[in-house]
T-cell receptor, first 115, second 112 residues
């Protein structure tokens, strides 16, 4: 069974440009999460989808970030316009159910560099 | 805001030595996870602990959840070079069971 996949693996863009990250969760997983790790900091939660609905978007840093999950399958995270502080590694995770004991499976991440 | 602090941040030891990594918080968590992350990959779950005082063993790794469910430890016995990696703890609470709060990680290097 394929794991969580993310595309691209790396992205280098100029400040002010737009970047779209994609995440394909494990098939059948209704729950999809976005996290990011900026340089020197811990991995931080961004948001959580249940199917196509945003369950919790409390971690989204500002309105330059837009996450979508149309159809409840793959998800995209768009940053527009990108700023220097957006550089970091963006992880996607998915799970079949939610709960304190459920396993979240992480993708390999997208490393975003904003110059 | 719930925070998890891990210590030490970096640890370099010789093969065969024992080590303990700590994960501490002032907040109570309903569950705590330990992950291991390799370069270029995402975190991979090692274990979940949910009961205060719980101890789980995974081969040479022993995980403990504090009685008050605010802290946890990971003990590795007779470390091997294959144990090298980034170890992360993460906590969840019942009010928002989908969201994980991560510690800042412990980078372990085991020298042959």
């Amino acid at each position: 069974e394929a794991g969580v996949t993310q595309f691209p693996s790396h992205s280098v863009i100029e400040k002010g440009q737009t970047v779209t990250l994609r995440c394909d969760p494990i098939s059948g997983h209704d729950n999809l999460y976005w996290y990011r790790r900026v340089m020197g900091k811990e991995i931080k939660f961004l948001l959580h989808f249940v199917k196509e609905s945003k369950q919790d978007e409390s971690g989204m840093p500002n309105n330059r970030f837009l996450a979508e999950r149309t159809g409840g399958t793959y998800s995209t995270l768009k940053v527009q316009p990108a700023e220097l502080e957006d550089s970091g590694v963006y992880f996607c995770a998915s799970s079949q159910v939610i709960g304190r004991n459920n396993e979240q499976f992480f993708g390999p991440g997208t490393r975003l560099t904003v110059l | 805001t719930q925070l998890l602090e891990q210590s030490p941040q970096f640890l370099s030891i010789q093969e065969g030595e024992n080590l303990t990594v700590y994960c501490n918080s002032s907040s109570v968590f309903s569950s705590l996870q330990w992950y291991r992350q390799e370069p270029g990959e995402g975190p991979v779950l090692l274990v979940t602990v949910v009961t205060g005082g719980e101890v789980k063993k995974l081969k040479r790794l022993t995980f403990q959840f504090g009685d008050a469910r605010k802290d946890s430890s990971l003990h590795i016995t007779a470390a091997q070079p294959g144990d090298t990696g980034l170890y992360l703890c993460a906590g969840r609470n019942n009010t928002n069971a989908g969201k994980s709060t991560f510690g800042d990680g412990t980078t372990l290097t085991v020298k042959p």
